[in-house]
């Protein structure tokens, strides 16, 4: 079964908090913040969503509190960041356009398999924790967007999930494969690994085609 | 008893869910959101102040994200208000400026209505949990104006909560009266509709008379 | 031990949620807000930080909706606030600088009390929970930095927590030697008055010699 491979479980958590937090540093230097306000935006950014999976579904105290590896895996992101970005800015301002657009692509790509790996995951422990298939459909979503929004609505921005093209479409088709395969009584870590690497796909499909979802027609009152 | 008349309660719900989630909406639709964005506003709009409610009790996963008839409810509101927006907008443009402020009072009167329902609701729910009456009247007022909040605070602008002439004090009226009720051994549906009908009016009566708590007087630093 | 002082534990939590509530009133009168959105800024500035505790170790409904001596408290501060905010502005504003500075001072040491009892308090509260050490650490952290974050977020401030000079480091501190020393079974009434004691002078050197975290240089992007 799926559950006995924690090892496995426990690396994809890793990376999939390793790669939010990042782009939690990476807010926190956009907006000049110390030290500790980017440790704080990497901790939320990477353990956020699952903080919220954790308080849904009543597995309190959080991982996102609880558990060491992943919490050094979040902060040492962080510092990561905080590290380097004189030089990371430096090197990107002087890159030829092509290059930046290549390592802009590159935080893109471990952004979708940060949200693949969650989506599944997340939707994977609810489905441990016996709640009802909606809920752990939605709850594989709020944990693969959830630190996100966080991070945005701590760092003053509005939520990137909210304005950006088809990020919780590809979390929710993932999680409800898991749920459906589940409730099916078909659910194999095959299935498991099918289900990453589709919402991996199909998030990577949406950035590289640039699809959007249908906008509304903006009116009025900017803020 | 109360609790027993599931059906009335559930339409309740709905209604509540609905006029909420429509507000919801119709914020994303001012910020120019996408279909996902309006969606997600729906839904925290519809269904955050509920599962603030059920975290606060303890009673996961929250309905926000178990129940597939309010979600369908705050779903449809949302899907509602994206496919009529362009119509509504240009419609509400035309409009000579009576039919406009009528318009804005019909929508003023359904979210009085979401209001009334939600405080009691709430108040109701937390009773039958066996909490304090204290927060039982509490998480009346918070599940009637939380998902405002939130909308608001993930819309990027200072919930309305805090600006607004008065609209937790309706709510905090209507979920005492439940509470009180319920410690002295009288809460009947009698006691129930009342209170409901009691938060409508008090909360119509601000709007009309554009009643306002004292306002606290504004310096420096606007942001 | 510790947790019988009852009496003093709840001393030190009214001066905590007073002061922070203070403080959560002080930004609602600054934003401009009227008497309910002063009350609610007090209300989740003071108890905030509590009700994150309570939530991520499941002791629900939180303290922050069901005690009525701490909501009082909370209230008091924002009503206080309230009614003297005209008189103090004034006063103020007609004070020669060096008063001024005296009186800002005073509201940062009481800030490093609050900062100081929730840190130590929270952490407490965690390890009579039972929770793990790392988690009682990092609830510490919450309780004493949460309500803050709360009251900014909702006030539509980027949280001082990510802006300001070492906040977070010394409540840090302070949670780590009460986990510590229980672990060690050395936990008595001297151990948290003596981490009290320090966080609060921790603090108060920061604010004195205005230290602060290294801060990453801003680039572009201001929003």
């Not at 992943?70 to 962080?78: E, I, N, P, S």
């Not at 939520?159 to 749920?179: D, F, H, K, W």
């Not at 194999?188 to 640039?210: G, H, K, T």
Request: proline share 4%.
């Amino acid at each position: 079964m799926v559950a006995s491979n924690e090892g496995l479980q426990l690396f994809l958590d890793i990376i999939g908090v390793f790669v939010f937090a990042l782009s939690g540093a990476l807010v926190g230097v956009r907006k000049g913040l110390d030290m500790i306000g980017i440790a704080v935006l990497a901790w939320i950014a990477g353990l956020g969503g699952g903080m919220l999976r954790d308080v849904f579904l009543g597995d309190v105290p959080p991982v996102g509190i609880s558990d060491w590896r992943l919490l050094v895996t979040a902060l040492t992101a962080g510092l990561f960041v905080f590290a380097t970005h004189h030089q990371v800015m430096a090197a990107v301002s002087d890159m030829p356009r092509v290059r930046r657009e290549i390592m802009s692509q590159s935080v893109r790509t471990l952004d979708a398999a940060g949200l693949a790996i969650f989506s599944v995951g997340g939707a994977l422990k609810a489905v441990a924790f016996g709640a009802d298939p909606l809920a752990c459909v939605l709850i594989g979503v709020i944990t693969a967007c959830g630190g996100g929004v966080l991070r945005d609505v701590l760092a003053g921005q509005v939520p990137e999930l909210l304005r950006r093209e088809l990020y919780a479409v590809p979390a929710l088709i993932g999680s409800t494969i898991v749920v459906v395969s589940f409730e099916l009584g078909h659910l194999s870590e095959w299935v498991v690994w099918a289900s990453v690497m589709l919402v991996f796909v199909i998030r990577m499909v949406a950035v590289i085609l640039d699809l959007n979802a249908p906008t509304a027609l903006r009116t009025g009152d900017p803020r």
